[in-house]
T-cell receptor, first 115, second 112 residues
Framework: EAGVTQSPTHLIKTRGQQVTLRCSPI?????VYWYQQALGLGLQFLLW???????NRGNFPPRFSGRQFPNYSSELNVNALELEDSALYLC??????????????FGSGTRLTVV | SQQGEEDPQALSIQEGENATMNCSYK?????LQWYRQNSGRGLVHLIL?????REKHSGRLRVTLDTSKKSSSLLITASRAADTASYFC????????????FGKGTKLTVNP
């Protein structure tokens, strides 16, 4: 069974540009979560999607957005990139409503560097 | 904001020794989970303990949960160099929003 896949693995962008990160969850998982992990920091919750809808959002500005497609894959978009957006962006999936049994399965992340 | 706080921030031990990491949290939880992250990679789910459980084992891992103190500990016995990683606790808060809140992690180094 394929795990959670993220693309690209690495990305370098210039301040002010826009970026799209992609995530494919484990087959059968309907929930996708996005986290930001800046260097030396813990994981900060960004967004949660389930069944195509945004269910919850972390304390991030509106230039962080995303969506979930009918096949449950997801995109994270970041507009007007700032230097402090440089981080590892992690996607995770789980069975909605089953969090208490299984936890999350994480992808390997996308390392975004903003210069 | 962080729900869990791991302690210590960094831990260095010799191979064969036991490693203990602690986690404190703030609100009532449904469960608490521990994850491992190898350098700059994705997180791997290690173990989940429910709020009505006090102790759980998985291989060389032992997790305890004290809901009265809002704390948990992760014990890795007979550590190996391959256990070198960062370890995070994550909480699923009661009445929460189906998302996990992670601490900042403990960086464990196991020296051969």
């Amino acid at each position: 069974e394929a795990g959670v896949t993220q693309s690209p693995t690495h990305l370098i962008k210039t301040r002010g540009q826009q970026v799209t990160l992609r995530c494919s969850p484990i087959s059968g998982h309907t929930s996708v979560y996005w986290y930001q992990q800046a260097l030396g920091l813990g994981l900060q919750f960004l967004l949660w999607y389930d069944e195509g809808e945004e269910r919850n959002r972390g304390n991030f500005p509106p230039r962080f957005s995303g969506r979930q497609f009918p096949n449950y894959s997801s995109e994270l978009n970041v507009n007007a990139l700032e230097l402090e957006d440089s981080a590892l962006y992690l996607c995770a999936s789980s069975l909605y409503g089953r969090l208490t049994n299984y936890g999350y399965t994480f992808g390997s992340g996308t390392r975004l560097t903003v210069v | 904001s962080q729900q869990g706080e791991e302690d210590p921030q960094a831990l260095s031990i010799q191979e064969g020794e036991n490693a203990t990491m602690n986690c404190s949290y703030k609100t009532s939880i449904n469960n608490l989970q521990w994850y491992r992250q190898n350098s700059g990679r994705g997180l791997v789910h290690l173990i989940l303990i429910r709020s009505n459980e006090r102790e759980k084992h998985s291989g060389r891992l032992r997790v305890t949960l004290d809901t009265s103190k809002k704390s948990s500990s992760l014990l890795i016995t007979a550590s190996r160099a391959a256990d070198t990683a960062s370890y995070f606790c994550a909480t699923d808060a009661q009445g929460g929003s189906e998302k996990l809140v992670f601490g900042k992690g403990t960086k464990l180094t196991v020296n051969p």
